[in-house]
Structures are given as structure tokens and as C-alpha cells.
């Protein structure tokens, strides 16, 4: 069975059902979508792997899964550094970022230097609903993320692929393949040019709405909010 | 080492202190909340030993973690029902009740046969904001916990216990002991009556609001929400 996917429209669609229908606050789904995520890096880089876990925050909803996993990464004993150019004036994102500075988490200005102290890197750039042109001051990052032998984490989405279609042809973000993919809620049809370490997460879909988005949630393992997709399962 | 444990007031201070200085919502708090009871009800009540687990609901807080853990536990495979008489017109308590509506989650009117037919139950009817008299509906459900052989969860507290006491001396509540007791973010004076599996919950609280309020944070283990402590510590 070929995985099911959900293009950048439908995946919308869902968020904006899950918050208005289904009455889930935007607060509730984002700390559990960044624990999913925190649960993966968790997963892929073990703490005697390396504790310094850099955060790159975009300016959107995939910012703030990586605010909330980098508070999660904390308590379980990590780290955590942000990156976070362009910060959002939204009250949510205001509060996740105090609750990052009573933990005294750093928050670092040159991504380079960061990255060079790097163990690991999450990808909370851009989520679902990029398109077109990576702005300012992102460029700089793909390219580091691109050349970098660090390990990345990608949230939802490897930061300047096309949703559907995946990286671009050519130029910026064409050879970023990061080592893991955290899909929230549904993989996105990106997916079918991944080749690294596969999840998914957000253990909080109703089974109605999947079968109303046509998708498959997969079977999770006792109280995992997440669930690796062998290669099998997601390429026949 | 004793240990430490949070008053009436100061537990009151801590919850009003997170969702003020420390820029955390009750959405937030509540959500991981609901799933540290969650996951110390999956350890204790492994699905194999029974997955009817009736989640008895008080009208506040404690109440609300009760709903936040019913949802979780239906995704973790339990087949849950909520006993929630005394329903709060907050919207945050609607949409949790609407979130488990979505998953067919049945909410129950008749609790002695709610409990005969249940493997577990959850007691989040009162918190730690509990004082006084166990008013209607509650005193017959105090009783059938009292008394019924099902295990008991309670969520902070033992619902009837007095929250620096513990157990009543005499009448309803003087012989509820239930199997497990989750304390959440501090265990509360109680815990010293309190003979059973003991869990801390709420991975979330800073450090330093840990030394305001002069209480220890238990060590974790890896990406769990709850630790258990063993009764040495606890008695010392």
C-alpha cells in the first residue's frame, strides 16, 4: 500500500478543522505536535549521542512546534539553542518564547558559529504552507543546513522543498536531504522524495477526520506520540 | 530525605504563577496535565489487564486533566468512559468534552454500573483545591470508590481527602485508599497517608520556580511524563 499523503490545501483544511469543528486549541495541538517532535529527535539522537540540539525557528506555526519541542528537549536533559530571526508578535508565540528564557535556553543571533556547536540540528523553518521563494534571512540557513555534516531534523516539511513536489530542481535547498522527517498529522506528498529516517506525529487526529482526509494514521506503539514509517511501508 | 510537598496555598500560588510570569495557558498545562495521568494510568493498568477504564470527572481543574487523559488513554487503545455530572460552562471544559464526543468517548449517568462494568478507574473529581464537604452527587460516588475492589487512580488527590490531613478521621472518605496516587508538578501534604504506587507528574516546571517554592523535582527518566517514587524516599 503506497502511504496516503495530504497536499498543502487539504493538510490546511485539516488544521483549520481540527481547531474550529473539532475544538482543539491552537495551544493544544502545538505542544503536542512540538512533543512529537522532541519524542523524534529524542529517537534519532540519543543524549549520549551529543546534547547541543540547535533550533532554527521560522516565523510561522513550524517556528513554534520547534519552541515547544526545544522546551521538551530541555527537561529531558538536552541542550537546546534557538534560532529565531524573525519573531512572531502573535501572544502564543511571545509565551512560548518566555518559557524558553525561564529556562534560561540561549537564543543565538549567527546561525553559522551556532551550528558549528551543533550535535544536532531541528528544521522548524517552514511547515506545510511554504511556497514560492525562501526569504530573507533564510537563504543563508538552507545553504548551511544543505553543506552541513550535522544531523537534521526536519519538522513537517525540509525547509525550501516544495510540498508536493519536493527540493527544487536546482539552486537553493536542491541537494538538502535531511537525516529525519517529522510528518505532523499526515505526511505531506514531499515525502515520496525522502530517503532519510521517516516520522510521524500528532497522536490526535479522530479516526472520522482521517477517514474524511483519506488518509492512514499508523499504528503507534503504547504511548509514543510518534511512529517510525519503514521505507517499505512508504515507497510500494 | 522527606519529601517535599506543597500546601493548599502554595499549590494554588505555583498554578497561578505558571499561567502568569510564566506565560503558560491552562490549555497548555491542562494538556500535559491530562497526559502525565495518561501515562502513570498505562503504567499501572497495562492494556492487557483490562482496557474499561471509567474516568470520573469533578467540575474544575481536576476534573479537566480527568477529560485530557480519557482522550489520550483512547488513543493509547482503552476503550474510556467519562462519569461527568457536574459539567463547567467554561469553553476550555466544552471543547475537551467536544474532543471526546469526536472519538465516540461515552459519557455516563449511572456510575454503579459504570463501575461494575470498568477494569480501572480514574478519580479526578477533586483537586487540590479541595476543602470542606463532599457535596451532590459526589458522596455516593466516594462511597462506591471506597469500597468497590476495581483499582483506583486519583489525579493529585484522593477525592474526599483533606489536602494537609489526608483521609477523613471518620464518615465518607475515612477508608478510600486508592491503588495509585499522580501528584501534579509537587505530591501535596496528603501523600504522608498515602499507602499505595505513587507518580509525579507535569515535566514542566522551571527550575527555578522548583526553588521558589522550595520543592525537589524527582529525576525523569528519558522522554517520560511521569516518575514513580519509590515509598523510601517518600517516607524517609
Chains 1, 2 share one sequence.
Request: overall charge negative; proline content about 8%.
Amino acid at each position: 500500500m503506497a502511504l496516503k499523503t495530504l497536499g498543502p490545501k487539504a493538510a490546511a483544511a485539516l488544521d483549520q478543522e481540527l481547531m474550529s469543528t473539532c475544538a482543539f486549541s491552537i495551544d493544544q495541538l502545538m505542544e503536542l505536535a512540538g512533543l512529537s517532535v522532541s519524542q523524534a529527535v529524542y529517537r534519532v539522537q540519543p543524549l549520549e549521542k551529543g546534547r547541543r540540539i540547535l533550533v532554527a525557528c521560522g516565523p510561522g506555526n513550524n517556528g513554534g512546534d520547534g519552541l515547544v519541542a526545544a522546551r521538551h528537549l530541555f527537561f529531558y536533559g538536552y541542550q537546546p539553542s534557538i534560532f529565531y530571526p524573525k519573531r512572531s508578535k502573535n501572544e502564543l508565540y511571545q509565551r512560548l518564547v518566555k518559557q524558553l528564557n525561564d529556562l534560561d535556553v540561549p537564543f543565538v543571533d549567527d546561525f553559522p558559529s551556532a551550528l558549528a556547536a551543533a550535535d544536532h540540528v531541528v528544521d522548524a523553518i517552514f511547515g506545510f504552507s511554504f511556497s514560492g521563494e525562501v526569504r530573507e534571512p533564510f537563504p543563508a540557513v538552507i545553504r548551511a543546513l544543505e553543506e552541513t555534516k550535522v544531523p537534521v531534523t526536519s519538522v513537517d516539511a525540509p525547509s525550501s522543498w516544495n510540498i508536493e513536489e519536493g527540493p527544487p530542481k536546482s539552486g537553493l535547498g536542491s541537494s538538502f536531504m535531511p537525516a529525519t522527517l517529522v510528518s505532523l498529522t499526515a505526511p505531506k506528498p514531499l515525502v515520496n522524495h525522502f530517503t532519510g529516517r521517516h516520522f510521524v506525529g500528532g497522536r490526535f487526529v479522530p479516526p472520522s477526520i482521517a477517514r474524511k482526509y483519506d488518509f492512514e494514521v499508523p499504528k503507534y506503539e503504547g504511548i509514543d506520540q510518534i511512529v517510525e514509517i519503514s521505507p517499505v511501508d512508504q515507497k510500494l
